[in-house]
């Protein structure tokens, strides 16, 4: 990808780590960052790798979207999903994504954090939807991702009632796996992914599609189980396992 202004970002082998990059703005999400935000997705979809997005600066993960742009938008950019259509590919890269929260992470903020699969929070990290009280919808995925992650009755509060979830009402109602001490989200993200790329990277790619398919799904699991049975990768773990057991 091209030089990015708005994002650091760091690649492996195993994963990259995003880091927003805009701290005079508190890091919202502008034109820019979307834009950049797509360059490391179609790096990641022509060659899968896990992902880690936290906010630079030391202070909070991005505190909404840039509302000097929002006013400017009208209809059309409405209809064009600006900020959705990103989050919405982050959330279907074939590799688990974790989200490292510090701080606010407000609307748009908060969106991309929904859209990880996995969600670490500092113990200062607050999260909400506050789009009502600007007049425009919490429509980046809020609307429907967050009633899946929490359940519909927290997300009409947070939505409707503008309601702050801190880091342990965030752990409570399963937002986040974890919360770690303030500062530390980034660093435990790192070993979280550690332990991620320890699996099979396939057996990895296939449990992510069954567990985000539509409607149930016993034959889609049963064909990504027949893949995975063939795989040289099973073979050479399990055989490794029962070698381990044995001796």
Known sequence: MTSPTTLQVAATDERVVVELDRP????????????????????????????????????DFAAGADIGELLTRGRDEALAGINRTVFDRIARLPMPTIAAVEGYALGGGAELAYACDIRIAGSGARFGNPEAGLGILAAAGASYRLADLVG??????????????????????????????????????????????RSSPLALRLSKAVIDAATPHPLLDDLAQAVLFESTDKHERMTQFLEKRTS
């Open 152 to 197: 519909k009755s927290v997300a009409k509060q947070v939505i409707l009632g503008g309601r702050i979830l801190d880091a342990d009402a965030a752990l409570r109602h399963g937002l986040v796996g974890e919360v770690v001490d303030a500062g530390t989200a980034l660093p435990a993200a790192r070993a979280l992914a550690e332990r991620i790329a």
């Open 24 to 59: 005079r703005a508190r890091n919202a999400i502008n034109a820019v960052m979307v834009a950049e935000l797509h360059e490391v997705c179609a790096a990641l979809e022509d060659r899968p790798r896990l992902l880690i997005i936290a906010g630079g600066g030391g202070a």
